[in-house]
């Protein structure tokens, strides 16, 4: 069984910065796609960034977080981390780490989540 555990999270400023990570446990041989999403009080979650483990690591992003915030990850580590800059209010969710394409000594695990951390932009 694999397990995606987020940390991270916390009261920020408007401005300030906050680095998320997201570590797969497991006996884990590789993870195909890991990304970032996001779900505000009363909304649907939302994409905030993907990338993949081929092609140099391709990344996607919501247009509300391009330039703001960076997703990048570790292979080695099975971690991904996303590090988000000029926070403002409207980024206040709780953030969870999906991972998908998961190659174990169990198996290939599909679409898999975290338990979630909350950012709070707030001054």
């Known amino acids: 069984q694999v397990q995606l555990v987020e940390s991270g999270g916390g009261l920020v400023q408007p401005g300030g910065s906050l680095r998320l990570s997201c570590a797969a446990s497991?006996?884990?041989?590789?993870?195909?796609?890991m990304g970032w999403y996001r779900q505000a009080p009363g909304k649907q979650r939302e994409l905030v960034a993907t990338?993949?483990?081929?092609?140099?690591?391709?990344?996607n992003y919501a247009d509300s977080v391009k330039g703001r915030f960076t997703i990048s990850r570790s292979n080695a580590k099975n971690t991904v981390y996303l590090q988000m800059n000029s926070l403002k209010p409207e980024d206040t969710a709780v953030y969870y780490c999906?991972?998908?394409?998961?190659?174990?000594?169990?198996?290939?695990?599909?679409?898999?989540w975290g338990q979630g951390t909350q950012v709070t932009v707030s001054s």
């Open positions: 990338i993949t483990r081929t092609s140099g690591g391709t990344t």
């Open positions: 999906n991972a998908d394409k998961i190659a174990t000594n169990m198996g290939v695990f599909g679409d898999t």
């Open positions: 497991g006996i884990i041989y590789s993870i195909q796609d």
